[in-house]
């Protein structure tokens, strides 16, 4: 199974190279001969969303800039987001009567949090949401709003990421030799002379190493959504955890990159993990817990195992603890009629079957055993505790196959309003800033979807204007 799994991640992250890169204007880069000792202004470690607007304001603030990423391409986990971002106070909101205020947008992102978010980060992204939200309306691309969940600004159509990817690029090109981007080159070290962070230690696709040495220094290196060591080393329930929905280079390089040179952490036991996740798709918990409609989770021997209307973050050690760390989704066509229904077997690969017993044997599950759980449930039979129950009974019915995987990484390093990197005293490490993912301090407890692509930008902004003062 370990090697299915393996196989299963290796062949998604290629197909998602491929068609990002087929779908996604890509800046001309230099992989050229290396020396041993590179300089620049500003170096950015990371080249996915955050990492490419700290590279771009850097460059506009009159810095020369190098941008390392350690994959074959640019994008990160920003590349694949298809849905938008949060922003409060903006015209849309205006035009529509729909009021989203700054103030709207920080207490639902602090409640969200469960208040453990710091309110002056939190501000800070608030007030900024407009200026990045009107930033990317300059570059050319086009938004609407949600007008059920007002917090959202999306595409007016098309693919989010793939969009704001080409935007960037185009910008990288504007600037010509302002920025130089080295992909294929992994940052493995920070360089601290004297106190201060001077550049870092990077590694080329064959492993020649040089020194890249900078006024100033960025991480962007995303969260460790790839690191399930690390998730689970800080939150012993999600050991374990599976990565099917984190991209390949979300190994938490630069945290901790910027933890052995003295950078304060927060909310590390924080990280947001998707019960019924499929490859790149995680599936609504309704589907298994909506009152008179819900299906059932069953293990590998085709029995259930806990309660099914658990908070989704409970779910996951439940699951975790299952043969093969898995569970299967089963389900009938009165939930496939309901809006998550529907899209869990469009994007979540549901198998359908006309019978309990045919799904059965197309999940790899014991038929009499499938049939005689289902049965069971059916007739009210609950050993789990569950207060609401709902049944399985109208086919054709609908299966997958699903495991516990990291969404989102709301642990991190810490930062001042600034983006300057800070110790465990809250002292700036000079020479060091950070944006994105790989900062905490911004989600707590819970994260507002949306809130993340706008960080990206607003303290992106911030890290490389800072980063570039001289």
Same mark, same amino acid.
């Given at each position: 199974?370990?090697?299915?799994?393996?196989?299963?991640?290796?062949?998604?992250?290629?197909? $998602? /190279?491929?068609?990002?890169?087929?779908?996604?204007?890509?800046?001309?880069?230099?992989?050229?001969?290396?020396?041993? %000792?590179?300089?620049?202004?500003?170096?950015?470690?990371?080249?996915?969303?955050? &990492?490419?607007?700290?590279?771009?304001?850097?460059?506009?603030?009159? @810095?020369?800039?190098?941008?390392?990423?350690?994959?074959?391409?640019?994008?990160?986990?920003?590349?694949?987001?298809?849905?938008?971002?949060?922003?409060?106070?903006?015209?849309?909101? %205006?035009?529509?009567?729909? +009021?989203?205020?700054?103030?709207?947008?920080?207490?639902?992102?602090?409640?969200?949090?469960?208040? /453990?978010?710091?309110?002056?980060?939190?501000?800070?992204?608030? %007030?900024?949401?407009?200026?990045?939200?009107?930033?990317?309306?300059?570059?050319?691309?086009?938004?609407?709003?949600?007008?059920?969940?007002?917090?959202?600004?999306?595409?007016?159509?098309?693919?989010?990421?793939?969009?704001?990817?080409?935007?960037?690029?185009?910008?990288?090109?504007?600037?010509?030799?302002?920025?130089?981007?080295?992909?294929?080159?992994?940052?493995?070290?920070?360089?601290? %002379?004297?106190?201060?962070?001077?550049?870092?230690?990077?590694?080329?696709?064959?492993?020649?190493?040089?020194?890249?040495?900078?006024?100033?220094?960025?991480?962007?290196?995303?969260?460790?959504?790839?690191? +399930?060591? $690390?998730?689970?080393?800080?939150?012993?329930?999600?050991?374990?955890?599976?990565?099917?929905?984190?991209?390949?280079?979300?190994?938490?390089?630069?945290?901790?990159?910027?933890?052995?040179?003295?950078?304060?952490?927060?909310?590390?036991?924080?990280?947001?993990?998707?019960?019924?996740?499929?490859?790149?798709?995680?599936?609504?918990?309704?589907?298994?817990?909506?009152?008179? $409609?819900? &299906?059932?989770?069953?293990?590998?021997? #085709?029995?259930?195992?806990?309660?099914?209307?658990?908070?989704?973050?409970?779910?996951?050690?439940?699951?975790?603890?299952?043969?093969?760390?898995?569970?299967?989704?089963?389900?009938?066509?009165?939930?496939? #009629?309901?809006?998550?229904?529907?899209?869990?077997?469009?994007?979540?690969?549901?198998?359908?079957?006309?019978?309990?017993?045919?799904?059965?044997?197309?999940?790899?599950?014991?038929?009499?055993?499938?049939?005689?759980?289902?049965? @069971?449930?059916?007739?009210?039979?609950?050993?789990?505790?569950?207060?609401?129950?709902?049944?399985?009974?109208?086919?054709?019915?609908?299966?997958?196959?699903?495991?516990?995987?990291?969404?989102?990484?709301?642990?991190?390093?810490?930062?001042?309003?600034?983006?300057?990197?800070?110790?465990?005293?809250?002292?700036?490490? +000079?020479? $060091?800033?950070?944006?994105?993912?790989?900062?905490?301090?911004?989600?707590?407890?819970?994260?507002?979807?949306?809130?993340?692509?706008?960080?990206?930008?607003?303290?992106?902004?911030?890290?490389?204007?800072?980063?570039?003062?001289?």
């Amino acid at each position: 199974m370990k090697k299915r799994s393996l196989l299963l991640i290796a062949v998604m992250v290629v197909s $998602l /190279l491929a068609a990002c890169s087929q779908q996604t204007q890509q800046p001309q880069v230099d992989n050229s001969e290396k020396n041993t %000792e590179v300089t620049t202004d500003v170096l950015v470690i990371g080249g996915g969303g955050a &990492g490419m607007v700290s590279g771009i304001t850097a460059a506009e603030n009159g @810095s020369k800039v190098i941008i390392v990423e350690k994959m074959p391409m640019l994008g990160g986990n920003t590349i694949i987001s298809a849905t938008g971002i949060t922003a409060s106070d903006t015209d849309l909101h %205006e035009k529509a009567g729909i +009021p989203f205020t700054v103030e709207d947008h920080i207490k639902k992102t602090m409640e969200t949090g469960k208040n /453990l978010p710091d309110e002056k980060l939190v501000r800070i992204l608030a %007030e900024n949401s407009n200026d990045a939200y009107e930033w990317l309306v300059s570059m050319g691309l086009s938004y609407k709003l949600d007008e059920k969940e007002p917090w959202w600004i999306i595409p007016v159509e098309g693919h989010y990421g793939r969009q704001l990817f080409n935007a960037f690029n185009t910008k990288v090109e504007e600037l010509g030799d302002k920025i130089e981007i080295k992909l294929d080159t992994k940052a493995t070290e920070l360089i601290v %002379e004297e106190g201060n962070v001077v550049g870092a230690k990077v590694a080329d696709k064959e492993g020649k190493e040089f020194v890249i040495k900078a006024n100033s220094v960025v991480i962007a290196t995303g969260g460790f959504g790839n690191a +399930p060591e $690390l998730i689970g080393e800080y939150n012993k329930n999600y050991v374990g955890a599976h990565n099917i929905m984190s991209t390949a280079g979300s190994t938490g390089d630069g945290f901790k990159m910027a933890v052995a040179v003295g950078a304060g952490t927060r909310d590390m036991e924080h990280h947001q993990m998707r019960p019924l996740a499929t490859p790149g798709y995680w599936i609504r918990e309704t589907v298994i817990n909506e009152e008179g $409609l819900g &299906g059932i989770l069953v293990n590998t021997s #085709a029995v259930r195992f806990t309660n099914e209307t658990l908070k989704p973050l409970e779910l996951v050690p439940q699951i975790l603890k299952q043969t093969d760390r898995i569970a299967y989704v089963v389900f009938d066509s009165e939930m496939a #009629a309901t809006k998550n229904g529907t899209s869990a077997i469009k994007n979540g690969n549901m198998i359908e079957a006309a019978t309990i017993e045919e799904l059965a044997g197309k999940l790899g599950l014991d038929s009499a055993k499938l049939m005689e759980t289902v049965n @069971s449930y059916n007739e009210g039979i609950d050993e789990f505790g569950r207060s609401t129950m709902g049944k399985v009974t109208v086919g054709p019915f609908y299966g997958v196959k699903v495991a516990p995987s990291s969404h989102y990484t709301m642990a991190g390093i810490t930062i001042n309003e600034n983006a300057q990197v800070t110790n465990e005293s809250g002292e700036a490490i +000079p020479g $060091l800033y950070a944006a994105g993912e790989v900062v905490g301090g911004l989600y707590g407890a819970g994260r507002i979807a949306g809130n993340n692509t706008l960080d990206d930008i607003v303290f992106g902004k911030i890290a490389g204007k800072n980063a570039s003062v001289k």
